[in-house]
């Protein structure tokens, strides 16, 4: 069992599909279309949901960083994440998807930016310009709801899937806005694992790829470590066994994911784990820390 508690610890996530590669070439190319960027995070995840040197491609653009699914984060938590970028001299607005808050705000901060060319243009006789932004975020951060939240009515399929865009599309939200809306992006290299095991604990790379055993081990590490209360809650455990298999076991009871003839289906313990963090039943949460 050592080994296989091992295996749970070493195992890497790696996940860059071609058309990540690609979407970050046309996104240069689209640049200079463009007025503002919204970089899309989500709140449960600040640091590890925001793109590795997306600041770099982007240049000198204008841009609002929207904490997307602040409802469901640990907002003590990700409050002190908005600070921190605020202080680094982001625009940084928290959204809740569900009942559209913060997404008015959105639309203000934009024609403010907009606000000084568009008076030159008045003053020119000219109609004021509208609004061209770009929208951007790793894979399920919640773009495509966002931009149905600014139209007020459903412009964008959405998934809850990652991979769910595959390609850069205008939509117009209204008469004053239109987005270029872009396919999630990861690195090309996740060299840090522990950023990786929190996007894959929170939809951000398929599942297809994932060892479910290893990243529900991760999940249970990691909850035990920040919200230990929230999975003795759930689970009835309060911390690891030495062997693994053990606490799975107490799951199992638990949870009854038991196969016929009583055996534990442990495929099917981690699938639950894995679920439970995604749909919200350990609890509000936000897995990445400032140190």
């Known amino acids: 069992m050592a080994n296989e508690e091992k295996s749970f610890q070493k195992t890497s996530i790696n996940w860059y599909p071609g058309h990540m590669a690609k979407t970050k070439k046309e996104i240069s190319e689209k640049l200079k279309l463009i007025d503002i960027v919204y970089e899309v995070i989500d709140a449960r995840m600040p640091i590890s949901s925001k793109i590795v040197d997306i600041d770099k491609l982007l240049g000198n653009k204008k841009k609002i ?6 409802d469901i984060c640990d907002q003590k938590e990700t409050d002190k994440f908005i600070e921190y970028y605020r202080k680094l001299g982001y625009l940084v607005i928290p959204v809740n998807l569900k009942n559209n808050q913060g997404t008015k705000k959105i639309i203000e901060i934009s024609q ?27 894979p399920n951060v919640g773009k495509s709801t966002l931009i149905n939240r600014l139209a007020g009515k459903n412009k964008a399929g959405v998934g809850n899937k990652p991979g769910f865009t595959k390609q850069l599309t205008w939509i117009r ?35 297809e790829i994932l060892n479910t055993m ?21 689970y009835g455990i309060n911390k690891l066994d030495e062997d693994i298999i053990e606490t799975y076991d107490k799951i199992a009871k638990k949870v009854g994911a038991l196969s016929k003839g009583g055996l534990i289906d442990y495929e099917k313990v981690a699938t639950i784990i894995i679920r439970d963090l995604k749909n919200g039943y350990l609890g509000n949460i936000t897995l990445d820390r400032l140190n």
Do not use: C
């Open 65 to 70: 960083l929207i904490m997307a699914k602040y």
């Open 173 to 207: 939200v209204n008469k004053e806005i239109e987005l270029l809306d872009t396919p999630g992006i990861l690195w090309p290299k996740l060299d840090n694992q522990e950023n990786a095991h929190i996007l894959a604990s929170l939809s951000s790379i398929k599942e």
């Open 112 to 138: 403010d930016i907009l606000k000084e060319e568009n008076e030159k243009r008045r003053a020119k006789g000219l109609k004021p310009k509208s609004i061209r932004a770009l929208i951007i975020g790793v």
């Open 214 to 234: 290893d990243l529900s081990y991760f999940i249970l590490d990691k909850m035990l470590k920040l919200y230990p209360k929230n999975i003795e809650n759930r």
